[in-house]
């Protein structure tokens, strides 16, 4: 029974890519099927099926991607690296709209199997050369990773007529840090810089918790320093004063004032004392309302652990020189070699119950 059903879900996926009327009637079944069944084999040809879908009716399928990306949560390594490789074909090849599940993505760059973060990584590479592509879904990617929790509902998916759930996670410091890292050095405009310094400052007001707060800061100390950086922080420092009061966020933001101070004088120097005076009145406040900071830390900027924020900004810029160099080998190694490299190592080819490899051009 269970290789007739899987028999026939290829069959059907097959004339689905012939008949609009049959696409529509029949899709959600083969949706439910790639959240439902059992057999791996299966789940990984339905994603390959469902990306020709997207490539034949792309206006059918764009409500349904959600299941495709919920693949990349999948707990056989199979299926999510070829959840990977479709979606990087969609994504790459404008195929499918960016949207808010992109952060599923951002989350494989950490998965515990190389291949698949080695495909998420050159994802994101290669996203980074499609103009502002990868800039516009950062404080999307950014948000979503800061509320992801097992009681977030962030990670509910209403877009389709039926709710399609992508298992919960906690992204833990460390994750969120080592992500973050790998994509904020794709930032190195200073244009760029200073607008999404300006947007994660409009999101500390939405923040509801303190994770949520630190990794803000995080994001917004990784970035690049200069004077406009620096008078964005300036104009909109009421948005994340309140936020002041935890260590961490003060210490992450503070930290840029010390980073400012390397930079040529002239008007940036008005901005940065202006902003470390900010710095300085709102730890003062945050003392006289009981706040939570620690004086005995000793959080005043004159004397923060320097050592520490010179090694953070070496790193950052050891990150983005690798990026630039990266860059220019680019034409050494292209996302038709690795997948095709990683394929064949790892012997991943979706096949059909016959044995036979399913001739997908996609993949």
């Given at each position: 029974?269970?290789?007739?059903?899987?028999?026939?879900?290829?069959?059907?996926?097959?004339?689905?890519?012939?008949?609009?009327?049959?696409?529509?009637?029949?899709?959600?079944?083969?949706?439910?099927?790639?959240?439902?069944?059992?057999?791996?084999?299966?789940?990984?040809?339905?994603?390959?099926?469902?990306?020709?879908?997207?490539?034949?009716?792309?206006?059918?399928?764009?409500?349904?991607?959600?299941?495709?990306?919920?693949?990349?949560?999948?707990?056989?390594?199979?299926?999510?690296?070829t959840a990977a490789m479709v979606l990087t074909?969609?994504?790459?090849?404008?195929?499918?709209?960016?949207?808010?599940?992109?952060?599923?993505?951002?989350?494989?760059?950490?998965?515990?199997?190389?291949?698949?973060?080695?495909?998420?990584?050159?994802?994101?590479?290669?996203?980074?050369?499609?103009?502002?592509?990868?800039?516009?879904?950062?404080?999307?990617?950014?948000s979503k990773l800061a509320d992801s929790s097992?009681?977030?509902?962030?990670?509910?998916?209403?877009?389709?007529?039926?709710?399609?759930?992508?298992?919960?996670?906690?992204?833990?410091?460390?994750?969120?840090?080592?992500?973050?890292?790998?994509?904020?050095?794709?930032?190195?405009?200073?244009?760029?810089?200073?607008?999404?310094?300006?947007?994660?400052?409009?999101?500390?007001?939405?923040?509801?918790?303190?994770?949520?707060?630190?990794?803000?800061?995080?994001?917004?100390?990784?970035?690049?320093?200069?004077?406009?950086?620096?008078?964005?922080?300036?104009?909109?420092?009421?948005?994340?004063?309140?936020?002041?009061?935890?260590?961490?966020?003060?210490?992450?933001m503070s930290s840029l004032v010390f980073k400012?101070?390397?930079?040529?004088?002239?008007?940036?120097?008005?901005?940065?004392?202006?902003?470390?005076?900010?710095?300085?009145?709102?730890?003062?406040?945050?003392?006289?309302?009981?706040?939570?900071?620690?004086?005995?830390?000793?959080?005043?900027?004159?004397?923060?652990?320097?050592?520490?924020?010179?090694?953070?900004?070496?790193?950052?810029?050891?990150?983005?020189?690798?990026?630039?160099?990266?860059?220019?080998?680019?034409?050494?190694?292209?996302?038709?070699?690795?997948?095709?490299?990683?394929?064949?190592?790892?012997?991943?080819?979706?096949?059909?119950?016959?044995?036979?490899?399913?001739?997908?051009?996609?993949?």
């Open positions: 029974a269970e290789y007739m059903g899987s028999a026939a879900c290829l069959a059907l996926s097959r004339f689905s890519l012939v008949s609009w009327t049959i696409c529509e009637r029949y899709l959600q079944l083969l949706c439910t099927r790639l959240d439902r069944s059992s057999d791996a084999v299966l789940r990984a040809n339905l994603c390959v099926a469902l990306g020709d879908v997207a490539t034949r009716f792309p206006n059918l399928m764009d409500p349904w991607t959600p299941h495709l990306y919920a693949r990349l949560r999948d707990h056989s390594p199979f299926v999510r690296t074909h969609l994504v790459l090849n404008d195929m499918v709209k960016v949207r808010g599940q992109i952060s599923e993505m951002a989350l494989c760059i950490v998965d515990e199997t190389k291949s698949i973060s080695d495909k998420a990584k050159l994802f994101f590479y290669e996203l980074s050369m499609k103009g502002n592509s990868l800039y516009n879904i950062l404080p999307d990617i950014i097992p009681d977030s509902p962030s990670l509910m998916k209403e877009e389709t007529k039926f709710i399609t759930t992508i298992p919960s996670v906690d992204v833990g410091e460390s994750t969120f840090k080592s992500i973050m890292s790998y994509l904020l050095a794709f930032i190195s405009k200073d244009r760029q810089c200073e607008s999404l310094v300006e947007k994660l400052c409009f999101r500390f007001r939405a923040s509801r918790t303190e994770k949520q707060s630190r990794y803000l800061a995080f994001c917004i100390a990784e970035l690049p320093t200069h004077d406009r950086v620096v008078k964005k922080l300036l104009e909109h420092f009421n948005c994340f004063s309140d936020k002041l009061v935890d260590p961490v966020v003060y210490d992450l400012a101070r390397k930079l040529p004088k002239g008007d940036a120097k008005t901005f940065i004392d202006e902003l470390e005076e900010k710095f300085r009145e709102a730890l003062k406040k945050g003392d006289e309302e009981g706040g939570d900071l620690d004086r005995s830390k000793s959080h005043d900027i004159s004397i923060i652990n320097k050592t520490q924020l010179i090694k953070s900004t070496q790193k950052g810029r050891q990150r983005r020189t690798n990026v630039r160099s990266t860059r220019g080998r680019r034409n050494k190694v292209t996302l038709k070699d690795i997948l095709q490299s990683s394929s064949d190592e790892e012997n991943i080819h979706p096949v059909d119950n016959d044995g036979d490899i399913l001739s997908q051009s996609r993949v």
